[in-house]
Nanobody
């Protein structure tokens, strides 16, 4: 069973930076995708980024390109997926989730993810 746990959400001023973490465990294959998603109040969940373990490629939703970066770090058996967020805007305010899939990602989309974390709240003040 894949388990995901996000952390790092906080209140930050516009223009600031934040790094979210997703502790991931339970992968039984070397091929997987971990994505970041967000859901603002009253809005649908949207994809923010995805990173494929097979080729290391990562993809971003248009509004975060150039500002957000996703990457992984593995220490012994512990995998952490990060979302580095810079130049934050009030529109980035949302609950951020990480999700995992056994498939390879090529585009950022919400469908196709089998496991989800509980979310971490990011609030960007004007």
């Amino acid at each position: 069973e894949v388990q995901l746990a996000e952390s790092g959400g906080d209140l930050v001023q516009a223009g600031g930076s934040l790094r979210l973490s997703c502790a991931a465990s339970g992968f039984t294959s070397e091929t997987y995708t971990v994505g970041w998603f967000r859901q603002a109040p009253g809005k649908e969940r949207e994809g923010v980024s995805c990173l494929s373990s097979k080729d290391g490629n990562h993809y971003y939703e248009d509004s975060v390109k150039g500002r957000f970066t996703t990457y992984t770090a593995k220490v012994k058996d512990k995998l952490t997926v990060y979302l580095e967020m810079n130049s934050l805007k009030p529109d980035d305010t949302a609950i951020y989730y990480c999700g995992a899939s056994s498939r390879v990602c090529a585009i950022v989309e919400v469908v196709g993810y089998d496991w989800w974390g509980q979310g971490t709240r990011v609030t960007v003040s004007a």
